[in-house]
């Protein structure tokens, strides 16, 4: 399968600014959409934004005009720039990713989740 792995989490103030990333494992062949979730305590993962192979670009409601998604094909990396955060912001941030990957054997589809990474936005 592919791994994906997030960085850029942390404590930031109200206003602040921070960028998340996520790279995918090199055995990654072809990736199609990839995008960011959340979730927040007691409350269900919820979509942030999501980023086609083609660059299309979807945000929920709530970070439209904040936040900016955007990849690199050639790193297989996808980031998330978040500006004016609030504290409502805060969670846990996972990044999602579909395609296809190299097993050694063959081509096969993939669906994957990184760990998450926190980030908490301070009033």
């Known amino acids: 399968q592919v791994q994906l792995v997030e960085s850029g989490g942390g404590l930031v103030q109200a206003g602040g600014s921070l960028r998340l990333s996520c790279a995918a494992s090199r055995n990654a062949f072809s990736i199609n959409a990839m995008g960011w979730y959340r979730q927040a305590p007691g409350k269900q993962r919820e979509l942030v934004a999501t980023i086609t192979s083609h660059g299309y670009t979807n945000y929920a409601d709530s970070v439209k005009g904040r936040f900016t998604i955007s990849r690199d094909n050639a790193k297989n990396t996808v980031y998330l720039q978040m500006n004016s955060l609030k504290p409502e912001d805060t969670a846990v941030y996972y990044c999602?990713?579909?395609?296809?990957?190299?097993?050694?054997?063959?081509?096969?589809?993939?669906?994957?989740w990184g760990q998450g990474t926190q980030v908490t936005v301070s009033s």
């Open positions: 999602n990713a579909d395609g296809t990957y190299y097993s050694g054997s063959g081509y096969s589809a993939f669906a994957s």
